[in-house]
């Protein structure tokens, strides 16, 4: 046998059908000797045997030929089960790496058209707030300290002091405007 021809999808496939085929038989002819020795046995008394001996005696060496009839069957399933790996493994491979790469390829381009259009939108609203006059932003963002906290001519003064400040507080009430909230 050409050794490159195993290479091949026709050889392999004529090797293992060939194989096959041959273990099939092998297990047929297992499975008939192992049925004709163990009638046969059963009825061949030896001197001394006791009851169920002679039964005994015939299902031990009948079950090693249905071992070699087992044992081929699992060859020929084998066999074919090459050849399936075989197929899956080398022959369509470069199949299934090709359309595993367009998969990919198309996933990462709808990755980069969604951060694309996430990003021109993110673009679009800071535009739109930078361009809107600050009386006109709805819903827009109070400031964070109130008017009266703050004193224009010392600005110095604009925050309150912390502990060991120039100026002692008494509560935290002293930090929030009076009258407000209620």
Do not use: C
Not at 96 to 115: D, I, T
Not at 123 to 148: D, S, W
């Amino acid at each position: 046998m050409d050794i490159n021809a195993l290479f091949t999808d026709e050889g392999l496939r004529a090797f293992t059908a060939t194989v096959r085929d041959q273990h099939v038989r092998d297990a047929q002819q297992y499975g008939q000797i192992a049925d004709i020795v163990r009638r046969r046995l059963e009825q061949t008394p030896i001197e001394g045997d006791r009851w169920m001996a002679k039964k005994l005696r015939a299902w031990k060496v009948s079950r090693q030929l249905k071992a070699m009839q087992k044992a081929s069957g699992e060859a020929a399933s084998k066999a074919e089960a090459l050849y399936a790996t075989y197929v899956n493994e080398v022959l369509e491979l470069p199949q299934r790496r090709a359309v595993a790469e367009a998969k990919k390829l198309e996933r990462k381009n709808g990755r980069q058209a969604a951060v694309g259009a996430a990003v021109a939108s993110s673009l679009n609203k800071t535009v739109t707030a930078l361009n809107t006059p600050q009386e006109q932003a709805p819903g827009g963002v109070p400031q964070a300290r109130p008017a009266e906290f703050v004193a224009p001519d010392n600005p110095w003064n604009q925050w309150p002091m912390a502990a060991g400040g120039e100026r002692p507080t008494a509560s935290i009430n002293d930090y929030f405007p009076k009258g407000e909230g209620r």
